[in-house]
């Protein structure tokens, strides 16, 4: 790649003064040098290469009539990368493909522009975005064998209310808040924060709608090496027909319940010393039960927590009033723990948070498909970093917010030197967390995929 040749203005040779507060002023100058904050996108695309990504998304989607331009891979992993750094629009990426140090630093002659990423993502139908999940499925798989403590996953669907602008936006719709959205489905692994597998869905679905057919779509995403799952979540997928899929596939389950009149009373009907009470809170008990839903083939255990009522205006009743919270579950061991087992995956709702404040504060096309293919490249970034975080970083980043690794190892500065066929890329000493940014490039060439 040629270096930058560009005159620098007088004033800028001089130095532009700007005083910063009392006593202190600086001098705004300019270089040709190559320097670049994206350096993160280094660690970035050498992970996705060392995962054979781009191999496997070029195998696996067919999207492009002619084989001219940009491959599928370098369009998807061009919008990763756009999330990766915190982009929240297509026009985002005029910030990589104008640093042209970063674009020396991986590989890149040019990166696609937003006309061009949004024109592709426009492409797409049905049958392409299964084609991506397919190959998402595939990379999941290489990445287990790099975890391979890994074999029993706890895996929460939960569905998202993502507000939207324009009255032209295909598929949006209000939801049951009001809000003009589109409605995506999300599945995460408690264990590694992994997004799974998500599904955007017209603003005003259901969210339990179609439950069963999402899931066998979501099980093609579970890594082979993974032998035991546990799948839980809200009443949304409260039906005979999810607990069933749970059943036939092996998978071990916990659902919120809906307190219909027949179950409540159930609840009703347990004898007294049923109840346990609660050690830490005398205001609460704990019960099972037995129960046999209207048109569900067979009778399943059901836990439930019972809370009493607080006293209105200080007024106490003739009777003690009470408010349930019920489970069915599959999993055998105490009522307590697995209630708040359960009552976890309230984490959930802060990775659906985390993903959408971090990779996707915007689905910024007026296409349904195109919008998905968008939501799945913020999900390829997502993951990506998540990867990044637990296989070449240090322990210490494991619990860490996703936007610290943004901070410490995607956006830091660095000078890009090329001479003698070689490329170089500098970073500062002075930068805290220099050498979390030097284990993970050690450590990614020695990831062994397959």
Not at 395 to 408: E, L
Request: hydrophobic share 40%.
């Amino acid at each position: 790649m040629q270096k930058v040749k560009k005159k620098i203005p007088e004033k800028l040779m001089k130095g532009i003064p700007l005083t910063i507060r009392p006593g202190h002023t600086i001098r705004l100058k300019a270089t040709t040098e190559p320097l670049t904050v994206h350096t993160g996108l280094s660690l970035f695309y050498a992970m996705a290469e060392t995962l054979k990504i781009p191999k496997v998304l070029d195998n696996h989607v067919r999207v492009k009539q002619r084989d001219s331009g940009y491959p599928e891979s370098e369009h998807i992993l061009a919008l990763a990368a756009n999330a990766f750094v915190g982009g929240d629009f297509l026009d985002d990426l005029e910030a990589l493909r104008e640093d042209d140090a970063i674009k020396m630093a991986i590989g890149r002659k040019e990166i696609p522009d937003p006309t061009t990423a949004g024109d592709f993502c426009r492409r797409f139908k049905l049958g392409h975005i299964l084609q991506i999940n397919k190959a998402f499925a595939e990379i999941g798989h290489e990445v287990y064998k790099q975890r391979k403590e890994v074999s029993y996953l706890t895996i929460d669907v939960d569905a998202k209310v993502h507000e939207v602008y324009g009255k032209k936006k295909q598929g949006a719709a209000k939801a049951y808040n009001g809000v003009y959205s589109l409605q995506p489905m999300y599945a995460f692994a408690d264990e590694t924060d992994e997004l799974l597998h998500v599904e955007v869905r017209s603003g005003n679905t259901h969210p339990g709608a179609k439950a069963v057919s999402y899931l066998r779509r979501l099980a093609k995403k579970i890594p082979t090496l993974v032998e035991r799952i546990y799948l839980r979540s809200d009443s949304a997928f409260y039906n005979r027909e999810v607990v069933e899929f749970c059943e036939e596939k092996g998978w071990e389950f916990s659902i919120t319940a809906d307190q219909t009149a027949a179950l409540l009373r159930a609840i009703n009907a347990l004898a007294p010393d049923a109840w346990r009470q609660d050690t830490e809170d005398a205001e609460r008990a704990y019960g099972e039960f037995t129960y046999n839903p209207v048109k569900w083939k067979k009778a399943y255990r059901y836990l439930v927590r019972r809370e009493r009522e607080k006293e209105k205006h200080g007024q106490k009743g003739l009777f003690d009033k009470y408010s349930y919270y019920v489970v069915v579950t599959n999993k055998e061991g105490e009522v307590k723990p697995l209630m708040k087992a359960h009552a976890s995956r309230g984490r959930c709702e802060k990775r659906i948070g985390q993903f959408t404040n971090e990779f996707l504060s915007h689905l910024p096309l007026g296409e349904f498909m195109a919008n998905w293919v968008y939501l799945l490249c913020a999900q390829l970034a997502y993951n990506l970093s998540l990867w990044i975080r637990d296989l070449v970083l240090p322990k210490s980043y494991r619990k860490k917010h996703i936007k610290r690794i943004r901070r410490t190892i995607g956006l830091i500065a660095s000078k890009v030197v090329s001479g003698g066929r070689q490329i170089s890329l500098r970073i500062s000493l002075l930068h805290h967390w220099w050498r979390d940014f030097v284990q993970a490039w050690e450590k990614i060439p020695m990831l062994n995929p397959g």
